[in-house]
T-cell receptor
Framework: GQQVMQIPQYQHVQEGEDFTTYCNSSTTLSNIQWYKQRPGGHPVFLIQLVKSGEVKKQKRLTFQFGEAKKNSSLHITATQTTDVGTYFCAVLHGSSNTGKLIFGQGTTLQVKP | NAGVTQTPKFRVLKTGQSMTLLCAQDMNHEYMYWYRQDPGMGLRLIHYSVGEGTTAKGEVPDGYNVSRLKKQNFLLGLESAAPSQTSVYFC?????????????FGQGTRLTVV
């Protein structure tokens, strides 16, 4: 099964509202990546988090890595219609040398204008 | 610089037919991956490769075979297609090394098995 659980599966928001998706793991992660897939498109890399408690920002997007490195979140402030898509977290299964890149189930964001 | 290219983009197969999906990358990446994407299931790893001549099973390998004879190509084969293999298939590649690196994806192949 999936190494990471991602919630929620779907989220509908009104334009201007905030949005958050969470990834949770039962094991300590070496790092975590986030990707965005626009409808009909392919996943595109957004960011990677490596350090415990790390927080990174990209304009209206804020990414956090938990202190225990077992969870992560992506928060979008004041959503826009351009934020529509599916957001995935991804982790390396086992040690970082295995190369086995596993994705969460994804959170699909719909934004009503 | 094309990145990751998948061939074909669309295909309809009859149950029992075989086919091969081709993934080519021009970034000299060590690692290559095949995923399938189904509604509500996210991206599930089928097989992957950490270098030329190597392959390994992912989360859902049954019914698929792969080969990595050349570093730039990763082939996904379906020997006897089943309706359960109807899906969108994505290939990805990334640079190797001790640290994790971002994955680059192809445009996807939409496969329908009837």
């Amino acid at each position: 099964g999936q190494q990471v659980m991602q919630i929620p599966q779907y989220q509908h928001v009104q334009e201007g509202e905030d949005f958050t998706t969470y990834c949770n793991s039962s094991t300590t992660l070496s790092n975590i990546q986030w990707y965005k897939q626009r409808p009909g498109g392919h996943p595109v890399f957004l960011i990677q988090l490596v350090k415990s408690g790390e927080v990174k920002k990209q304009k209206r997007l804020t990414f956090q890595f938990g202190e225990a490195k077992k969870n992560s979140s992506l928060h979008i402030t004041a959503t826009q219609t351009t934020d529509v898509g599916t957001y995935f977290c991804a982790v390396l299964h086992g040690s970082s040398n295995t190369g086995k890149l596993i994705f969460g189930q994804g959170t699909t964001l719909q934004v009503k204008p | 610089n094309a990145g990751v290219t998948q061939t074909p983009k669309f295909r309809v197969l009859k149950t029992g037919q075989s086919m091969t999906l081709l993934c080519a990358q021009d970034m000299n990446h060590e690692y290559m991956y095949w995923y399938r994407q189904d509604p509500g299931m996210g991206l599930r790893l089928i097989h992957y490769s950490v270098g030329e001549g190597t392959t390994a099973k992912g989360e859902v390998p049954d019914g698929y075979n792969v080969s990595r004879l050349k570093k730039q190509n990763f082939l996904l084969g379906l020997e006897s297609a089943a309706p359960s293999q109807t899906s969108v298939y994505f290939c990805a590649s990334r640079r190797g090394g001790p640290a994790n690196t971002e994955a680059f994806f192809g445009q996807g192949t939409r496969l329908t098995v009837v």
